[in-house]
């Protein structure tokens, strides 16, 4: 029998009426039925999904193999069997809500190839409103690694995998994890990777926001994402070389999954519940050594992650309220002895003898009068970039930044981000 070039996993769980546009997107792949094999697993679909996937695998004959499945409770059973099935060189795993452009097969398969790559991220692009990263995608690049690109950012298994190396290493999805399950497979399949490289000049990979929400990620409750980024920390605390992979890698969990748990909806919840989230994130600090990565993160984030690790949780619960209610706190600056002038933010336990909170974990930033202004990046030397430089800079590729300061709506836009870092992001 003929190994095709590609197997493409798909789990479905109703997902309908999105499985549909999945599937006529993998008809019309342009590499040809005969160079690929989709392998899709009913996941005990109540909505006509697996009936679907019944009558495709009938109109084409020897591309669909369906299996069904009694209802596991995740994606990653059924994920996990399908890639068992997959004969493929190659194995991308597609969200049954999600579809591919029409060339993107034949485009990864033929990079993957010329470049030897173990596993090869495509152009991905965001639907009704899905945010997707998009730092990884600058540019297209045979060789990334987690040091020189935004690669932490982008550890979903939407990806092209070389299936030897899944192989090799018995690499597979952690069942017992709810949600973040393809997060711990991917970073261990990058760390693993001899080659990791990036195609981003098509758009390949279409994911879609459902108007439900009920996209698996968008409807995990906070445990269960406590649980899976434990999991993926694990992964790297196991794998990555100690030093800028491994601090990568910290940075972009504890400087995003971990803070979204220490937002205003943490107030909402009951007490007995409230407790657990703050007790867990603080564990995961102490664990897997954030702190090591806090001058990394915004000031707001590595306060809450301080107070949860500290146990200090009903000064965490007033801050959340506090800053919900007034915005973000004001600056003070003042200058040392060193000539060195600081700026902190004011936060109600800043200088608090009972919290007993280290000046630096309020730092904004520190400068000289002297030092050289750069009007995009804030400064050099100078405090570092705020939260919207930085989504203005990952949204937005250097060089289309510097053509869009060519016109004057988008170059009054650089400059009041620069603005915004001068004023530590305050408005």
């Not at 690049?141 to 550890?155: H, I, K, N």
């Not at 974990?361 to 050099?380: C, I, Q």
């Amino acid at each position: 029998m003929t190994v095709p070039d590609v197997t493409v996993v798909i789990a479905v769980y109703n997902t309908m009426p999105y499985l549909t546009a999945c599937l006529d997107s993998l008809v019309r792949q342009t590499i040809g039925h005969a160079r690929m094999e989709v392998v899709a697993v009913d996941d005990g679909s109540t909505d006509g999904g697996g009936e679907l996937l019944d009558t495709y695998a009938a109109r084409h004959p020897g591309l669909f193999q369906v299996v069904h499945q009694a209802n596991s409770g995740g994606p990653a059973a059924p994920t996990n069997r399908g890639l068992a099935l997959a004969r493929g060189r190659y194995v991308l795993f597609l969200g049954a809500d999600d579809w591919l452009g029409d060339e993107a097969l034949a485009r990864m398969v033929g990079s993957a190839d010329d470049w030897g790559s173990d596993v090869l991220i495509p152009k991905q692009v965001g639907v009704n409103g899905r945010l997707v990263p998009q730092g990884i995608f600058d540019t297209t690049a045979a060789s990334v690694g987690f040091e020189d690109s935004a690669l932490a950012w982008a550890l979903a298994d939407t990806k092209l995998f070389r299936l030897d190396l899944v192989r090799r290493h018995n690499l597979a999805r952690k069942e017992e994890l709810k949600v973040y399950s393809d997060q711990p497979f991917t970073l261990a399949a990058c760390l693993r990777a001899r080659r990791i490289s990036v195609l981003a000049d098509y758009d390949h990979y279409f994911l879609v926001l459902r108007e439900d929400r009920g996209n698996v990620t968008q409807r995990a409750g906070a445990l269960d994402r406590i649980r899976g980024v434990a999991a993926v920390q694990w992964v790297a605390a196991e794998l990555a070389a100690p030093g800028a992979q491994l601090d990568a890698i910290r940075a972009r969990h504890f400087g995003w999954e971990v803070p979204q748990l220490l937002q205003e909806g943490l107030l909402a919840l009951d007490t007995g519940l409230r407790d657990q989230v703050c007790e867990g994130v603080g564990e995961l600090v102490r664990q897997f050594g954030a702190r090591e990565v806090y001058h990394r993160l915004a000031v707001p984030d590595r306060v809450r992650l301080e107070l949860a690790a500290t146990g200090r949780y009903a000064e965490l619960r007033e801050l959340i309220a506090h800053e919900a209610e007034h915005g973000a706190p004001p600056e003070v600056s003042e200058t040392g002895a060193d000539g060195v002038r600081r700026r902190y933010a004011a936060y109600p336990v800043f200088r608090d003898g009972a919290a007993g909170l280290p000046d630096e974990l309020f730092l904004l930033g520190e400068e000289r009068a002297e030092a050289p202004v750069d009007p995009e990046a804030g400064g050099r030397g100078g405090p570092p970039p705020t939260l919207v430089q930085q989504l203005w800079r990952g949204a937005v590729p250097a060089q289309v930044r510097r053509r869009l300061r060519g016109y004057p709506a988008w170059r009054r836009l650089a400059d009041a981000v620069a603005a915004d870092g001068r004023n530590g992001g305050r408005r």
